[in-house]
């Protein structure tokens, strides 16, 4: 079965950094669009980045410049590099694999997702 397991959340400071880290299973890695999203509070699903295969990416205008998503195909593995963190980022942040209609966010499996607290 398909399945996506998030790690490396914490509480960080504004202007601290994170790694978060998704490690997936049961499918083509290598072949698939592999994504961040996340939810914060009282607020819906959105997308923070898209890692394609070739290893173009795509990031939210409130994480291009401060987020870097990169891939390890050999251990199936996409890691979310967040830096210059703003309480704005708190959020729970979902490994995700989207199933082509961009506008949607959604994926083929959700993990338990990862809590991101900015915060003084």
């Known amino acids: 079965e398909v399945q996506l397991v998030e790690s490396g959340g914490g509480l960080v400071l504004p202007g601290g950094s994170l790694i978060l880290s998704c490690e997936a299973s049961?499918?083509?890695?290598?072949?698939?669009?592999m994504s961040w999203a996340r939810r914060p509070p009282g607020k819906g699903l959105e997308w923070v980045s898209h890692?394609?295969?070739?290893?173009?990416?795509w990031y939210a205008s409130s994480a291009k410049d401060r987020f870097t998503i990169s891939r390890d195909n050999a251990k199936n593995t996409v890691s979310l590099q967040m830096n210059s963190l703003k309480p704005e980022d708190t959020a729970v942040y979902y490994c995700?694999?989207?199933?082509?209609?961009?506008?949607?966010?959604?994926?083929?499996?959700w993990g338990q997702g990862t809590q991101v607290t900015v915060s003084t």
């Open positions: 995700a694999i989207p199933k082509g209609n961009l506008r949607v966010v959604s994926s083929r499996s």
């Open positions: 049961g499918f083509d890695f290598s072949d698939t669009v």
């Open positions: 890692i394609y295969q070739d290893g173009r990416t």
